[in-house]
């Protein structure tokens, strides 16, 4: 019993130390306009904002020239989509 309560109380002070690094955060100024490039050349023409963790850049409302909406998620070193969310 005191093993599990042991794990418990390791998992409760280690957590947030481990989720720390996932915390969204607004992008740099440099990395803003990286970002804001890239959308541009794969085709988006306007987003309502962007975060980044350290899994990369999301991105809010990206319309397309055709009007559609998308939730968008950017690969963190090549920033090209990898995952893109239908929002209606």
Avoid: C, N
Avoid at 17 to 41: F, H, M, N, T, W
Avoid at 56 to 67: H, L, M, R, Y
């Amino acid at each position: 019993m005191r093993k599990i309560a042991l794990f418990a109380l390791i998992a409760v002070v280690a957590a947030p130390a481990i989720a720390k690094g996932k915390d969204p955060r607004p992008p740099s100024p440099e990395q803003q306009v990286q970002i804001e490039r890239a959308l541009k050349e794969q085709g988006y023409v306007r987003w309502s904002g962007i975060r980044t963790d350290d899994d990369g850049p999301e991105v809010d409302s990206a319309w397309d020239a055709q009007g559609r909406r998308y939730e968008l998620k950017l690969h963190p070193a090549t920033l090209r989509v990898i995952r893109r969310e239908r929002e209606d």
